[in-house]
């Protein structure tokens, strides 16, 4: 067993993919192993796989037909091999610090889940943006009510960095009973959470260990999604109904889905009588919510 199964969907990553793998290749800790799963591309991605894995021992390549980001994780996840599961998309890359950091944190405060910062990397512009810097570093330990409690903070970042996937170490026995939703967007919205729940001690740094790349083809992705999609109310109301169950405070998840209702209001209004259905359950909730005063 290795420590660390670094995970990585690669579809269409061509331009992008060996500067991804080698950053891994390159930490400075380096007990780990390298699990592409290539989605069912079309472009030379399957051919860079192949190089990359004949260069160095520590990749390991999978291969399967197209089936979205999900499912691509969820087939590294069961062919891992590491005690840890770190996620890294496969146009993305990470500092050569970044393992080490994440498992001496974790070392030190004895945290079932660790996990940092990020900064973007605008591809139109070849820029970095940066939302940590050294006089605004620091590191904190949550239990999972903790953790929640600050999960809609913008401080820091510290929103997107709760619900995303990657930049995060993750015992791989949590993924036992969780799986990432196939051919649901976004799928970080519907498991992210639950796997903070599984724990008992999560850590955050707040420090860029991670690089999002900010490209046209993620960019056209993103405008082509709609509202409803990007902030569904399924994931959330689940979320709502988990946490309540377990004594939770679940102010603060009441009050984002008023706002993922108020969106979903906006564009079935839009639609005009297409999703009558879906407007009709809104404002049902809606007067729910207004009667019992939640």
């Not at 990585?8 to 400075?28: D, R």
């Not at 021992?57 to 005690?83: D, F, L, Y």
């Not at 945290?111 to 591809?123: E, L, P, R, S, T």
């Not at 996937?165 to 949590?174: F, N, V």
Request: charge should be negative; aromatic fraction near 12%.
């Amino acid at each position: 067993m290795v420590e660390t199964s670094v995970i990585i969907p690669a579809y269409n990553v061509s331009a992008y993919l060996e500067k991804c793998v080698s950053s891994v290749l390159e930490q400075t800790r380096g007990d780990f192993e390298v699990i592409v799963v290539n989605d069912g591309s079309t472009d030379s991605t399957p051919q860079i796989c192949e190089q990359l894995r004949g260069k160095d021992r520590r990749v390991r390549v999978i291969h399967k037909p197209n089936g979205g980001v999900s499912s691509a994780r969820n087939i590294g996840i069961q062919a891992a091999t590491g005690e840890y599961v770190f996620f890294l998309d496969g146009d993305d890359w990470i500092p050569e610090y970044c393992l080490s950091d994440l498992h001496t944190l974790r070392e030190r405060t004895h945290a079932d889940i660790v996990m940092g910062n990020f900064c973007h990397f605008d591809d139109s512009k070849n820029t970095f943006i940066f939302y940590t810097s050294n006089e605004t570093y620091y590191e904190k330990t949550f239990t999972p009510q903790e953790l929640f409690a600050e999960s809609y903070s913008m401080y820091a970042n510290f929103r997107n960095c709760f619900i995303q996937p990657t930049g995060k170490l993750y015992p791989r026995e949590y993924f036992r009973h969780v799986l990432y939703p196939v051919g649901v967007v976004p799928d970080d919205d519907y498991t992210t959470w639950k796997l903070y729940l599984l724990a008992d001690k999560i850590a955050f740094v707040n420090k860029w260990i991670y690089v999002y790349r900010r490209s046209s083809d993620k960019m056209s992705l993103t405008l082509k999604s709609l509202p409803e999609e990007m902030y569904p109310l399924k994931s959330i109301e689940q979320r709502i109904a988990v946490l309540s169950m377990i004594g939770m405070d679940i102010t603060q998840e009441i009050e984002a889905y008023r706002k993922r209702m108020a969106i979903r209001d906006e564009t079935v209004l839009q639609s005009g009588t297409k999703n009558i259905e879906a407007y009709q359950e809104v404002q049902w909730m809606k007067q729910i919510l207004e009667k019992y005063s939640v």
